[in-house]
């Protein structure tokens, strides 16, 4: 193993839950500068006018707005406005949002090699890399130890800067927040398979291990303690693939962490349509004739055509309609979710969406003993309250919690998680000593 390491009103909109939230927060711009998730350059001016909006892909985001964005509102309440909120959507949906915070006091990226790493599939990589984005400076105690080190899990499409989404971020890492990022060291890995971590479109393309769940939790693992050097943490807490992984991390440590706080997740065998809407997503790529069994020179490109389906299961039903009002506004916003999917690795998207198969918590919790919160949203249909399967778990691991939180307009289905202030009292509660709720 080695290491290398000013305030304006805000735009009078409701509804949409983050997609508000990012609306809103355009007001106080007056230019953002980047790369949206597109890599596009969008001209407000002519958004706003009505004229067709530039975007150019592979160059730099240059966003202006202020009063501009304001001016539409306030001058053209006249549909217009359905076309902003159907840009922002479709950068919301299409991962990390461009107007992420991009720096946070200590924010650093580092890389651990792993060597020899053992999957359990019987494969090996001789020198695995694992990447990581932290926040804040570790502080250690008389003999040395990390002592204020924080651990948060990205989801299956993800890497550990979606937790850089300013209504995750801002709720937080800020002052005062319950992740303070003067107080924390919060660890953000990417997972195997994604962001800056080894992954089959790195070159070893389909002579890849065949990771599962398993491999990657314990590999984090190693990460954290024989990369970063914690030996203990304060948290963990992850969503949806990072929530799933959650609850393994408590069953298969359950002395490495003082709380874990699993979300968008469920305590049990992956299975129903949860699995059937994976192995649909599977197939598409591995049945377009551009596949070639995985060794194609020219990425495939059939599949992408049904791959929106996947995010219509995840996001909230009245945001989507809100956003979609018609059938040109729904099929601008598809284009917009094919087009994302084209920038999509066909291989690094098989080996992360069947990475699940090996997700069969139940035998690990009865190992959980630290401070447990599970939190959900009642809008998410991959995780349905109905199949009642947190409670009863929950029920049953000692001292434990779970919340169920209530679903409106400004939900956002299993990406409420995203939606920090939401539910972050309950997590105050928790690293407080209290009961949450």
């Known amino acids: 193993m080695s290491v290398r390491g000013s305030a304006k009103r805000p735009l009078p909109l409701r509804?949409?839950?983050?997609i508000a939230q990012l609306v809103e927060r355009l007001n106080g711009i007056q230019e953002v500068s980047g790369s949206t998730p597109l890599g596009s350059t969008i001209d407000f001016r002519r958004f706003c006018s009505g004229r067709p909006v530039a975007i150019r892909h592979g160059r730099p985001a240059s966003i202006r707005t202020g009063r501009l964005l304001r001016g539409c509102w306030q001058s053209r309440h006249d549909g217009r406005m359905s076309r902003i909120l159907a840009i922002v959507v479709a950068l919301t949906l299409s991962g990390p949002t461009a107007f992420a915070q991009t720096k946070w006091p200590g924010q650093a990226e580092t890389?651990?090699?792993?060597?020899?790493?053992?999957?359990?599939?019987?494969?090996?990589l001789a020198a695995m890399t694992l990447h990581a984005t932290t926040i804040g400076m570790p502080q250690r105690d008389?003999?040395?130890?990390?002592?204020n080190a924080i651990l948060l899990l990205h989801g299956t499409s993800g890497?550990?800067?979606?937790?850089?989404?300013?209504?995750?971020?801002?709720?937080?890492?800020?002052?005062?927040?319950?992740?303070?990022?003067?107080?924390?060291?919060?660890?953000?890995?990417?997972g195997i398979g994604r962001g800056g971590s080894a992954k089959p479109s790195d070159g070893l393309k389909m002579a890849f291990p065949h990771y599962r769940y398993g491999d990657m939790v314990r590999a984090t693992y190693q990460q954290v303690t024989q990369g970063l050097g914690v030996h203990h943490?304060?948290?963990?807490?992850?969503?949806?693939?990072g929530g799933m992984q959650t609850w393994m991390f408590a069953g298969m440590y359950p002395d490495f962490m003082d709380a874990a706080v699993p979300m968008a997740s469920q305590p049990v065998r992956i299975s129903g349509r949860n699995w059937i809407s994976r192995r649909v997503a599977i197939?598409?790529?591995r049945n377009d004739p551009g596949w070639q069994d995985g060794n194609y020179t020219t990425p495939p490109m059939q599949w992408t055509f049904t791959a929106p389906a996947g995010r219509l299961l995840t996001d909230n039903v009245q945001a989507l309609a809100q956003?979609?009002?018609?059938?040109?506004?729904?099929?601008?916003?598809?284009?917009?979710?094919?087009?994302?999917?084209r920038h999509a690795d066909a291989r690094d998207s098989v080996y992360a969406t069947e990475a699940?198969?090996?997700?069969?918590?139940?035998?690990?919790?009865?190992?959980?003993?630290?401070?447990?919160?599970?939190?959900?949203?009642?809008?998410?249909?991959?995780?349905?309250?109905?199949?009642?399967?947190?409670?009863?778990?929950?029920?049953?691991?000692?001292g434990a919690h779970y919340v169920l939180l209530p679903a409106d307009l400004t939900t956002r289905g299993h990406y409420t998680y995203e939606q920090a202030a939401k539910w972050s009292r309950y997590l105050v509660e928790l690293m407080a000593g209290q009961t949450p709720g």
């Not at 008389?142 to 002592?147: D, K, N, R, V």
């Not at 943490?233 to 693939?241: F, P, T």
């Open 15 to 18: 509804g949409c839950g983050a």
């Open 323 to 341: 956003v979609a009002p018609s059938v040109d506004a729904g099929d601008a916003l598809y284009r917009r979710m094919v087009d994302n999917a």
């Open 356 to 398: 699940v198969m090996d997700y069969a918590p139940e035998d690990l919790l009865p190992r959980i003993t630290t401070h447990l919160l599970a939190i959900n949203s009642a809008d998410d249909d991959v995780n349905p309250a109905v199949l009642n399967t947190v409670g009863p778990a929950v029920a049953k691991i000692p």
């Open 233 to 241: 943490l304060r948290l963990v807490l992850g969503a949806s693939m």
């Open 111 to 124: 890389d651990t090699v792993l060597h020899d790493f053992a999957f359990a599939s019987g494969e090996h």
């Open 142 to 147: 008389a003999a040395g130890e990390i002592t």
């Open 159 to 190: 890497t550990g800067k979606n937790w850089l989404t300013p209504s995750f971020a801002d709720e937080m890492f800020a002052p005062g927040k319950p992740m303070d990022a003067a107080k924390f060291y919060v660890i953000l890995p990417d």
């Open 283 to 285: 197939e598409a790529i």
